[in-house]
């Protein structure tokens, strides 16, 4: 408001002519006025601003033409004042500092553009939000009948902390029971899950299901126990699951046998190991767990379970434990957060952080498409400035324009003037200037053959003629 009522104090000025960038032809001249044509939209909607408010002969094509030869002569004008500022001596070669200056920055951005795709994934690590899980379920079926057991993790949740983290590192790397991969978690990555012994459900099967499946079991039939993990993490909608199998072989460590002994008897204290299903180690990386993460003294990467059948009130439901009875548990498993053998099972969980909203992106698009996509057009973009130069040669390496941005400045003067059958004429030459190739070169000496006033006499008759010819 104080500019404003200056303005009004002064009195408005009764002639604009050109940009307020393009006062002067200095380095600052030319840095403002590329910015300013840099900022989207600015350029082309103050150019129809002008047109639509300014009083003119010419058409919106004409006038778009005229404001990008003066654009075009403006920026020729600050090279060649850029010439005159630095100077350099000729027939001298270019300073290494030089090159080294432009040339290696240069190539840093490129290195840098080429790379920056690889860094935002990197980045992730730092900037991503902990995608801890907030409930897991685990479920145990022998092949296709119903599940003999359901569990929850409402025994708890346990949120590894610096001290945690520090110790199972030690214990595992220095075994070298882990991947390179367990190096990029942080404590709050990592989460002990507990779940109660007992399943949350009856063991409800009918008599005649029971039936049949005893009579696969005793028949050697193929089949299986699937152990299944249901994850729900904090940040992602979707349900991540992970399932395993162990094939029921006959006579091996007589699991079927022992399966077969518990299921036929009302009341049994037998219990039965099913090995290499639990998975005891679990990594949840873009809506996909893994347990091909730490390996126990055996070269596994899945654990034992025990399964025992209980009954109370004529209700009939199953128990599961973690397998405490090796050297891996002892040195290993006994000292983790949760890690209790009589209640139930525990699971250690390393959750990759989610991405924020903001780079919700390149989690969609994935780091090898977001890669070509970026390079791919980064590199056109690049090509597009570097490439076709020659066609502008006869334009941006004009010697001396200063002829030709004094005849757009007279344009944008008699306009001013309400002198419009002159800004035609003016408009006129400056088009034949464009279309004559022998006179534009004529107009940008420094020193010509005729004189200067021969020059523009001869200009400017040949451009009335060209108009009154159109």
Not at 112 to 130: C, E, H, N, Q
Request: hydrophobic share 45%; with cysteine.
């Amino acid at each position: 408001m104080l500019l404003s009522a200056y303005q009004i104090r002064c009195g408005y000025p009764k002639r604009i002519l050109g940009n307020v960038f393009t006062k002067g032809h200095s380095l600052i001249n030319y840095i403002a006025f590329k910015i300013y044509m840099e900022i989207p939209f600015l350029y082309i909607l103050r150019t129809m601003l002008d047109w639509v408010c300014i009083d003119t002969t010419l058409t919106v094509m004409e006038w778009i033409k005229m404001e990008d030869i003066f654009q075009s002569v403006f920026i020729v004008r600050c090279y060649r004042q850029m010439d005159t500022d630095f100077p350099v001596l000729r027939g001298e070669p270019k300073a290494l500092y030089a090159k080294l200056l432009i040339g290696g920055t240069i190539i840093l951005v490129l290195i840098a553009l080429i790379w920056s795709p690889l860094f935002l994934f990197a980045l992730v690590g730092t900037v991503g939000k902990p995608n801890i899980p907030r409930k897991a379920d685990i479920t145990v079926k022998i092949s296709h009948y119903e599940p003999i057991f359901l569990s929850q993790s409402y025994a708890g949740i346990y949120q590894f902390s610096d001290a945690d983290l520090q110790d199972l590192t030690s214990r595992i790397i220095l075994d070298n029971f882990a991947s390179d991969h367990m190096m990029v978690y942080d404590a709050v990555d990592i989460t002990a899950v507990k779940f109660y012994a007992n399943s949350i459900t009856l063991w409800n099967m009918s008599p005649p299901d029971k039936l049949r499946l005893l009579d696969d079991l005793k028949n050697g039939m193929s089949m299986e126990i699937r152990f299944t993990l249901a994850l729900k993490c904090n940040l992602t909608p979707e349900v991540i699951i992970y399932e395993t199998a162990y094939t029921l072989a006959k006579n091996k460590v007589n699991t079927r046998e022992k399966l077969i002994r518990i299921m036929s008897a009302k009341i049994s204290n037998e219990q039965v190991v099913i090995p290499n299903i639990l998975p005891k180690f679990v990594t949840v990386q873009k809506q996909q767990a893994n347990a091909q993460f730490i390996k126990d003294y055996d070269g596994q990467f899945t654990r034992p379970i025990i399964l025992k059948k209980k009954e109370a009130d004529n209700k009939e439901w199953w128990e599961m434990y973690d397998y405490c009875d090796d050297s891996f548990y002892l040195d290993i498993l006994s000292a983790l957060p949760l890690s209790n053998c009589d209640n139930g099972v525990v699971l250690y969980i390393f959750n990759d952080k989610s991405f924020p909203s903001a780079m919700s992106f390149l989690e969609k698009t994935g780091i090898i498409g977001l890669y070509t996509t970026f390079v791919y057009v980064v590199s056109r973009v690049i090509r597009s400035l570097i490439a076709n130069n020659h066609r502008r040669i006869m334009f941006e390496d004009l010697p001396f324009v200063d002829r030709v941005l004094k005849l757009c400045n007279d344009i944008y003067l008699v306009r001013a003037t309400q002198e419009y059958r002159l800004e035609e004429d003016l408009y006129g030459r400056l088009i034949f200037l464009y279309l004559s190739s022998e006179t534009l070169i004529k107009w940008t000496r420094f020193k010509e053959d005729i004189s200067e006033d021969a020059s523009s006499s001869q200009l400017s008759q040949s451009g009335i003629n060209d108009n009154q010819k159109n």
